[in-house]
Each structure stands twice: as C-alpha cells, then as structure tokens.
C-alpha cells in the first residue's frame, strides 16, 4: 500500500467514525423525524456508485443522491450513517438508522427482518476472474477460490448454486475487490459496477464471465412501520423516472435506466394493516 493510499484510507476511516459517533441512538417516527427535521439513512461506505464517502466525510455516489431527495421531499436534512455490507440490516433494526438506502437488494428471505419500498434501481450480478482464467459456467467453479462480500446476496447464490467452489467471505466489496487484484482468489462474485473498479486498477485484466443472477434495490424500513414505508412510496412514484433521476443515474451508474418490477415473488411493498 502506497503513502499516499495509507492517508486516503485513514481519512475515509476517520471520517466514518466521526459520522457514526454523532448519529443519535433511537429509532424516529416520521412525525418525530419532521419535528428533529432529519432524517438518518444508513448507506454503504465504500462502494461507489452506490454509496462511498469522500475524505472528507460527505457522502457520495447514486444512493446518497436518492437520499438527499427523499429528504429535500420532506423539508428535512439528511443525516447519513456510512455502513458495512453485513451491518446495514442490523443497524435498520436496532434502530440506528430510521431507513437503508444502502444498496439493498430485495430479496423474500431480506422481507422477512425488513420492510421494502418498490425498487428505484437495478443491478446485475456476475462471476468476475481475469480474463485468462476459463470459468464458462457454474460447473467450472468446483475447487476454485471466489471471494464474496459476506452476507451480500452474491455470498448466497454462490453458496447455494457452486457447492464445490472455495467460497471466501471477505466484509465488503472492497476488500473483495482487492482479493482478486492481490490473487488471494481466482474469482469473485460480483456486482456490475466492479469491473470499472477492477479495470481502473489493472486496465484490461479482468471481465465479467457470466451473469449469477438479477437484483432490484429497494429502500429498507423497519417492519410494521407504515410512515415511512408510505412516505418513500409516495416520493418514489414521482422521483424514478423524474429528470433529477435520469442525471443521477447516469452521472453515478453510468447505465441506461432499467425497467424496474411492479412486483417481486414473496415481497409485499406495502405495509401490512
């Protein structure tokens, strides 16, 4: 690691621990949020572009814009909490954060510890390796070392789909990332933004192999809490699609818009009365 990526690292870690240390404890109704005039959003820390910080502490990438919308909706601030990949449903629901906006796929088994909002984006997920390594299916994965971001949904279609593959679990898709550039894996599993991280690092090197699977994000709240659930619903209606979201996306995800799912099997988007 060079001096020069010591100090950057050391300054992102700074700055998180000074966000987490003045995020205030309990969890808001959206009425207490209003009176606060704040709302806490848990978002990822170091995966742009969906959620990162700058040196500096500010967050940045598509879901910090969705979340500085949202709140701009309401008249209210947003307080962002920069989170791990496996810490952000825990901080949902021990009430860190009165929502997620953090990258969160919607999944039936995630519906069940949280409440969803209909989707605002997409993401493709793939097996990624260097382009010299033959991995042409699943079947080829048997013995081979991928590295997953542990608890992400590619941890669990990989270990569910190649029960022979040598799955490593690292904490987040950086450090996953950087697993397969230092050759600690042979592969990855990955999301669709990885190969511009990996080509920015060694340009040429890697490609996406074959897809795994198809993820919607949704914006997470905690079960029952209907407020919430309602008021993101609502702002969503109007925001995805908007020309706000259209700059967003392709200043951030640098793709063309997706066609996003009414529904999804075993997902209730609306909280139950």
């Known amino acids: 690691m060079t001096t020069k990526t010591a100090r950057t690292l050391g300054l992102a870690v700074a700055a998180i621990a000074i966000i987490q240390a003045s995020a205030s404890a309990g969890a808001m109704t959206l009425e207490e949020a209003k009176a606060a005039g704040k709302v806490r959003i848990g978002i990822q820390a170091d995966n742009c572009p969906w959620g990162c910080l700058s040196t500096t502490g500010e967050a940045r990438g598509f879901d910090a814009t969705v979340g500085r919308a949202f709140a701009k909706s309401l008249g209210l601030e947003a307080e962002f909490v920069p989170l791990a990949v496996a810490n952000r449903i825990p901080a949902l629901t021990s009430n860190r954060v009165d929502m997620l906006i953090a990258s969160v796929g919607i999944t039936a088994e995630r519906a069940k510890a949280v409440q969803f909002s209909p989707p605002y984006a997409a993401n493709t997920l793939y097996l990624t390796a260097a382009k010299t390594t033959k991995l042409p299916d699943l079947a ?40 397969l550039l230092s050759g600690q894996v042979q592969a990855v599993g990955s999301n669709q933004f990885y190969i511009q991280r ?26 029952g809490e209907s407020d919430w659930n309602s008021a993101m619903t609502e702002f969503l209606k109007s925001y995805v699609g908007s020309e706000g979201y259209k700059a967003s996306y392709a200043e951030w995800l640098k793709v063309p818009t997706a066609d996003l799912p009414a529904t999804i099997d075993g997902v209730s988007f609306i909280v139950s009365q």
């Open 198 to 223: 990996l080509d920015s690092a060694s340009s040429g090197t890697y490609e996406n192999k074959f897809p795994i699977g198809q993820l919607y994000q949704g914006v997470a709240t905690r079960l």
């Open 140 to 179: 080829s994965l048997s013995g081979i070392t991928v590295g997953v971001p542990r608890s992400a949904p590619m941890d669990t279609i990989l270990t569910r789909d190649a029960p022979s593959a040598d799955i490593r679990r690292f904490d987040d898709d950086s450090a996953n990332i950087q697993a």
